[in-house]
């Protein structure tokens, strides 16, 4: 059945890959192949399919084959299209098997490219420096991972609440709402495990960054007593009632249904729920939160998440193309010129670059609340999202370590055991 299985993905790889679909074509037209997490992108990812409709009507010989999979299924055929020479020409992946396939020399290094089009100093040098390997930029950042708590002030009002900005103040919050039956943080945990954004930005207020090289290196461990007062706190706001009460079967998209028909007062999303939000009635009263404060955490607290999501990399095959490595060179001048980061910012999408975003406030109030915390002085972002910088394995053990105190399957002990059992 595995070996079967394989054989499916690989077809599908095959079908897609750069000795394929993305050949030229009669008449000096060129095809590239665009493969995305997402099996609808039109739907699920409007500011991709948006930037690759523009750019096809700028560039009318060149086509974009625009291709998506589910997250699970789309990992699993890069890795055996990587195995068997048909990598898609541009695709999305996580960093940590993108900079493996680095390793094997399956990726265009991407320096010349952002150099040609004199892209490489738009960027905030985090949004690059997590994508090199041994001098070789492998990778750009997809878009920006902006994450953290949505509010809707209304019900928060409604029970005579202020906007929490410490733990004490949500776990407060939670005790309220819970006495009155109102959910305080919407999440969805099935077929969603990764959903726990904004519990990845606390782990950073208790020295997540300063810690995870020696927890990986195993000159200490992620069962510590910083992340054990953390884990501990989960458990708290899990006790007093704070998450939906069917979180265990409940799915993200789920969970920001909940939140978007007024039943919950926060929903744990990222930027890319503003565009949602925005069309639903809670609206006009919702802003965007980074998340609590902890009086007992590790470091500086006032941090927001805004680092580079995964990459979209491109297969070393495309340099084999004249033609074919000049369509990529275009594609990527245009996704990350003023255009493309412009089409970013009207489907509700921060920008990866420095260019400065033009918003109308008025149109877009949850998607500018969100900016808003972006522009908060004094305050700044880790360099990568803790889930990020470690295996899949291990960034899976996180969540489920996360969603397992939340659930009640797990003594927070015994969550950061979960952890620390997958690093070698």
């Known amino acids: 059945m595995a070996l079967a299985a394989l054989t499916a993905l690989g077809l599908a790889a095959c079908s897609s890959g750069s000795a394929g679909a993305g050949s030229s074509s009669a008449g000096g037209k060129v095809q590239i192949t665009l493969s995305m997490q997402n099996p609808n992108v039109q739907q699920q990812d409007p ?4 930037i690759v409709q523009a750019f096809q009507k700028a560039n009318p010989d060149i086509t ?6 589910t997250v699970d299924e789309h990992e699993k055929a890069m ?13 999305w992946v996580y960093n940590s098997l993108a900079s493996q396939m680095a390793q094997q020399g399956k990726l265009l290094d991407l320096g010349p490219v952002l150099q040609s089009g004199a892209l490489t100093d738009k960027f905030p040098k985090a949004m690059l420096s997590g994508y090199t390997s041994n001098g070789t930029q492998y990778g750009v950042p997809y878009q920006s991972l902006v994450t953290g708590l949505y509010v809707n002030t209304a019900i928060l009002q409604k029970y005579g609440l202020s906007e929490p900005k410490t733990f004490d103040d949500l776990l407060n919050v939670a005790q309220v709402l819970s006495k009155n039956g109102v959910t305080t943080i919407a999440q969805g945990a099935s077929k969603s495990a990764y959903s726990v ?7 950073d207020r208790f020295g997540y960054e300063d810690k995870y090289q020696d927890i990986l290196s195993g000159k200490s461990s992620y069962n510590n007593a910083d992340f054990l007062r953390l884990y501990q706190h989960i458990e708290q706001l899990a006790k007093a009632g704070a998450f939906s009460k069917n979180v265990s079967t409940q799915t993200y998209v789920q969970a920001v249904e909940e939140y978007t028909s007024g039943n919950a007062a926060m929903l744990d999303s990222g930027v890319w729920a503003a565009g949602d939000i925005q069309k639903s009635s809670v609206a006009a009263n919702t802003k965007f939160w980074a998340g609590p404060t902890f009086s007992d955490g590790v470091g500086d607290q006032n941090l927001y998440m805004n680092a580079p999501s995964a990459p979209l990399v491109v297969s070393a095959e495309v340099k084999k193309s004249t033609a074919k490595l000049d369509a990529v060179k275009k594609f990527m001048a245009f ?6 980061q412009q089409i970013l910012v009207d489907n509700a999408q921060t920008p990866v670059t420095n260019y400065k975003p033009k918003v109308d406030a008025s149109a877009q109030p949850v998607f500018a609340s969100v900016l808003a915390v972006l522009q908060q002085d004094g305050w700044h972002s880790p360099a990568a999202q803790p889930d ?6 291990t960034s899976s053990a996180m969540y489920d370590s996360i969603y397992g105190v939340i659930q009640g399957v797990y003594s927070p002990s015994q969550a950061l055991d979960v952890v620390q059992k997958t690093i070698h």
């Open 335 to 340: 996704y990350y010129g003023d255009s493309g």
């Open 47 to 50: 500011a991709t399919y948006a």
């Open 197 to 203: 954004w904004a519990f990845l930005t606390m782990l």
């Open 388 to 393: 990020l910088v470690v295996s899949a394995e």
């Open 79 to 91: 890795q055996v299209a990587a195995q068997s020479g048909t990598l898609p020409d541009i695709f």
């Open 64 to 69: 974009v084959k625009l291709e998506g999979q």
